[in-house]
């Protein structure tokens, strides 16, 4: 079922959705099920699957040629997808990127989702590798998250790469987009960044899900502002209880929030991570409660590989 669905038939509950990234290379299905069975009983109705794009790093071999390795370290975005939805009966939203690849191998991508039975995509740019300064498309693949959605589009219409002709074989794609309450790091500014945003819904894009915050008001703000944009699609918060008094200096660094004086405060005065956590724990449940109060849809929460402090909030709010 699409995700647009699940938010009509919730009858104005909120919903309760996470997202998680797939193992580490060489972990089983195990690992990743121990960390989504102790959220299952909070009743997701869909679960978000990140995509983490290929590294190549070149060595220099013995007879100086160069060896190309890959240094990917989670793949298997797709098949986890299927493995959740067969073992779960629960919707999937694998993560579709741009980076690393080519139109034709998207619209095959595409063509395994649609053979699998998923019926959403959460369609973005991707993050830069690490030996990249700046994004740098695929040959042949797409600069930004607004070109991939015109793609899946097509599909849905029955338009693919080779036809000249429509077919009648479409894709039925529920499509969410990546929105930034505290702008998108190479935006020059927030206004450029919600006009692009408005491309993105105005392509077809359904629902937006937002980068991490921990301040709400910038949520509201953000949501404001995309409405005087003309932006109208549900605005799903994105919400990460902090775990750990490292991630105070990691998160903002990695995604370029800000994490607000009260809570970095009361991070940096716990004496380890365990009271951090704690701290992180209530915090989440301050924030979600007003958000359930504003009236969203649904909460999603990033797991980031852990499930424990999600489900403590959960445990207090679903
Ligand atoms: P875009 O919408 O393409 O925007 C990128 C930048 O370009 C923005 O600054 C925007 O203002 C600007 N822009 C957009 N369109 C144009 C245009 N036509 N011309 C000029 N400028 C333009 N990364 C992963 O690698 N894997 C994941 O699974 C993943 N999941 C994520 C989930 C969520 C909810 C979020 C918020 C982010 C996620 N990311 C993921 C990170 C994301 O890929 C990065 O933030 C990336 O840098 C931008 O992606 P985007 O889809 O927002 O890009």
Redesign the pocket.
Known sequence: MKVTEHFQNANGNTLFTFEILPPLKGENMRTLFSHINPLMEFKPPFIDV????EEYVYKKRENGLLEKITTRKRPGTVGICAAIQNHYKVDTVP?L?C?GFSKEETENALIDLHFLGIDNV?V????CVKSEQR?VPEPGGHN???ELIGQVVDMNKGCYLDDEQVTNSCTDFCIG??G?PEK?F??PNLR??LR?LK??VDLGAEYI???MFFDNQKYFDFVNRCREEGINVPIIP?LKPLTTKTQLTLLPSLFHIEIPCDLADAVEACADNKAAAQVGVEWAIQQSKELMEFGVPCLHYYSMGKSESVRKVAEALF
């Open positions: 990140t995509y983490h794009r993560h990127i980076g959460l973005l740019r991707g993050d994004f930004y998250a607004s987009v990546a930034y998108h190479e935006a450029s960044d692009w491309k993105k899900v937002t980068q994105g």
